[in-house]
């Protein structure tokens, strides 16, 4: 099992150029980072589909997201609460989730 020890900004940053470039860092109302990623459904109902998949890969793993349901747009943020930040693991999880992109 990984470590959950959240990642300094510049090994964050790293991690994901690597393993999930696609997802963005930003920061909560308290200052803390999560890692984002955004799916724009065609449907309401498509865009429920990917949060069952999401859902399933997160259970499979045991590491689950925010999941952010706006109409067609999804917003699925990783982050280690236990460890006030993006660890490693959540950078694994944006890599596995990227292939249901």
Request: hydrophobic share 40%; aromatic share 8%; charged share 30%.
């Amino acid at each position: 099992m990984v470590e959950k020890i959240a990642l300094t900004e510049t090994e964050l940053e790293e991690k994901l150029k690597e393993m999930a470039p696609e997802w963005k860092i930003k920061k909560n109302e308290k200052g803390m980072p999560y890692i984002e990623r955004v799916k724009h459904a065609h449907s309401f109902m498509e865009g429920i589909d990917f949060v069952h998949q999401v859902a399933d890969l997160a259970e499979a793993n045991n590491h689950h997201p925010d999941i952010l349901i706006q109409y067609k747009r999804i917003s699925v943020r990783y982050w280690t609460h236990s460890a006030s930040g993006v660890t490693l693991a959540d950078a694994q999880m944006a890599q596995k989730v990227d292939a249901l992109f």
